[in-house]
């Protein structure tokens, strides 16, 4: 299983940014979630999405800013944030399988992409 994540960049507080995430070697009826990890401190849970689509959770720091879809029929994980704010800077780490929920943080996820790093800028 592999995981492509893409889409990071350095952008101003208050803009918009999508982050996409391309799995292989795993079917559509996946688990599939995204991770950050600011600099000192450790990877934490941003969000995640169910293979329907149908259940989604995010960080209470992101509610209501970021956005989690997927694209069964390209294998694809997005991760629209809006409202971009200098804490969100971090790298973002797509994952897949498992259990992907708050609770079980890193625990969760079977498989983990090499991450895209995100820069907020004041």
């Known amino acids: 299983v592999q995981l492509q994540a893409s889409g990071g960049g350095l952008v101003q507080a208050g803009d918009s940014l999508t982050l996409s995430c391309v799995a292989s070697g795993i079917d559509s009826t996946f688990t599939a979630g995204w991770f950050r990890q600011a600099p000192g401190k450790d990877r934490e849970f941003v969000s995640s999405i169910s293979w329907s689509g149908v259940t989604t959770n995010y960080a209470d720091s992101v509610k209501g800013r970021f956005t989690i879809t997927r694209e069964n029929a390209k294998n694809t994980v997005y991760l629209q944030m809006d409202s971009l704010k200098p804490e969100d800077t971090a790298i973002y780490y797509c994952?897949?399988?498992?259990?992907?929920?708050?609770?079980?943080?890193?625990?969760?996820?079977?498989?983990w992409g090499k991450g895209t790093l995100v820069t907020v800028s004041s």
């Open positions: 994952a897949a399988g498992g259990a992907i929920v708050p609770s079980a943080g890193l625990h969760g996820p079977d498989y």
